[in-house]
């Protein structure tokens, strides 16, 4: 809970550079938009107001429960996969660890940075529209329409190459360290009811 709300707090704060990068990335580079970063922010904000500079953050805070709940269900359930405790683990057990849970988070929270990324590059000021492949109104209108035109799987459309990269935009998982002392706990917890129902 604590990461995923620390996650939330830091998408908002840093959100805006977030869509001015990908304002940047889908500008036409002959006839570029934007100059620049600060460029970008002023012209977004005087063109399109404040909320343009939020656009796609709903997506953004959505996608960070699926990110985190798959983190946490792939490091809690590590120690039946490799049958042995998590504070024995080797560093080569650990760089495995991290690359499965950075899959399965990203895997799971894709469809929320698909939308995020097409209402983020949606603008009427750019050329073909930010060429974005669908036109919508909103987020659950971008979902619908993304599945109308290209398929469901349309919403993990580029997920090889982030599934390459394994470095998801905010880390909302708990650190290894975290996890290791929430498993001790949790263990000493159980064997302290444990030896109470034995007494």
């Not at 938009?33 to 656009?55: M, T, W």
């Not at 035109?149 to 349309?154: R, T, Y």
Request: glycine residues 8%.
């Amino acid at each position: 809970m604590a990461g995923s709300l620390a996650g939330m707090v830091a998408t908002i704060v840093t959100y805006p550079t977030d869509v001015i990068k990908t304002r940047l990335i889908v500008q036409n580079r002959l006839e570029p938009s934007y100059e620049g970063i600060l460029h970008a922010f002023y012209k977004i904000y005087h063109q399109e107001g404040l909320l343009a500079l939020y656009r796609g953050v709903s997506p953004a805070i959505l996608g960070a429960v699926p990110f985190s709940a798959g983190s946490f269900f792939v490091y809690i359930n590590l120690d039946k996969i490799w049958r042995e405790p998590i504070v024995h683990f080797t560093p080569l057990q650990n760089f495995i660890n991290g690359c499965v849970a950075a899959g399965v988070a990203q895997t799971l929270s894709f469809p929320f940075e698909t939308v995020k990324r097409k209402m983020q590059a949606q603008s009427p000021w750019l050329p073909h529209y930010g060429a974005v492949d669908v036109h919508f109104t909103g987020m659950a209108d971008c979902f619908r329409q993304t599945v109308k035109n290209k398929g469901v799987l349309g919403l993990w459309s580029g997920l090889t190459p982030s599934l390459l990269k394994l470095t998801p935009g905010v880390d909302q998982s708990l650190q290894p360290q975290e996890l290791r002392e929430l498993k001790l706990l949790r263990r000493e917890n159980f064997e302290r009811r444990k030896s109470a129902l034995e007494n």
